[in-house]
């Protein structure tokens, strides 16, 4: 009888192991409006997230089904490419970003016919530059054609350059009296724009990313005290220190980020000495006040 007890104990016991454990299976509920991205959400639930932000990828029918799928199985592979997906994912800030422009741009190289080899290419050797030099082309379809989701794109410093230096032309100020401050939009319909215009689409831009953003105008003279004239672009701050975008490659000046600097003045200075000037002074706008003070002739 004793025996009995304890076979009849001992199967209660692990009924109740079992029921337990059953109970702690929670059933599978999808999140995301296709497949590739609930395996993923069950998986890398970070990734899973990062990758709905997309535009376009989140649907149904979504076009980047299959390049999710492949992009995914580099991302987990053994290969070697954990630091470019680091760089392309850890790049902007985050939380402020409306999405990870450098991790869409990867995704449109994936879904290209001859994609997956030309991605990995990239990954092995990554670079802000290399990708985009992939991805984006000559900047020729519709998906350039909004300032809004073009603004979401440029969500780093070196994002926003890129994009100017290579998607843009610079287009000298009018001498008729007739020059004015561009929108953004209206930057892109002229596909182009003088050194104000320039500042004004890559402050806009990186605000909307989360950076503290500003124009930064330098009035300089020549070391003969001859006045040379103003020159404008588009300051950040980060980290404590401050760094500027010019956005084009001009006769004294290249358009990617330059910096760090201590001051918006060892700004000024870097800025007229390039020309082999030196700084009258200087003043640092938001894009309303700028667009002000160049209507009184201010600026």
């Not at 999710?68 to 580099?74: K, N, Q, T």
């Not at 689409?201 to 003969?224: C, H, M, P, S």
């Amino acid at each position: 009888m004793k025996n009995s007890h304890t076979i009849k104990a001992a199967v209660l016991a692990l009924s109740l192991i079992l029921i337990s454990g059953c109970a702690a299976i929670k059933p599978r509920v999808d999140v995301y409006k296709n497949e590739v991205l609930n395996d993923i959400f069950y998986k890398d639930e970070a990734l899973a997230v990062e990758l709905s932000l997309i535009p376009g990828v989140n649907t149904s029918n979504s076009p980047y089904v299959d390049a999710v799928r492949l992009m995914y199985g580099d991302y987990g592979s053994l290969k070697g490419y954990g630091a470019a997906f680091s760089a392309i994912l850890g790049a902007g800030h985050k939380e402020k970003r409306a999405y990870s422009s450098l991790l869409e741009a990867l995704l449109w190289v994936y879904a290209e016919e001859d994609g997956p080899a030309r991605a990995r290419n990239i990954l092995n050797d990554f670079s802000v530059e290399k990708l985009l030099d992939e991805a984006w082309g000559g900047f020729s379809d519709e998906r350039w054609d909004e300032w809004g989701e073009v603004r979401m794109r440029l969500s780093t410093p070196a994002i926003a350059a890129y994009y100017t230096r290579n998607g843009l032309k610079y287009i000298p100020e009018r001498k008729d009296g007739k020059n004015y401050v561009q929108t953004p939009y209206e930057t892109l319909l002229t596909a182009g724009g003088d050194c104000e215009d320039f500042a004004v689409l890559i402050v806009e831009a990186l605000e909307y990313a989360g950076y503290v953003a500003r124009l930064f105008t330098v009035d300089i003279v020549a070391k003969e005290g001859e006045i040379i004239g103003a020159h404008t672009v588009a300051a950040y701050w980060e980290e404590g220190k401050y760094y500027f975008i010019q956005g084009f490659d001009g006769k004294y000046l290249t358009g990617e980020a330059k910096g760090p600097f201590d001051l918006p003045v060892d700004m000024a200075y870097y800025i007229a000495e390039s020309i082999d000037g030196v700084p009258l002074r200087y003043y640092v706008d938001t894009i309303s006040q700028y667009i002000e003070a160049y209507k009184k002739n201010e600026r």
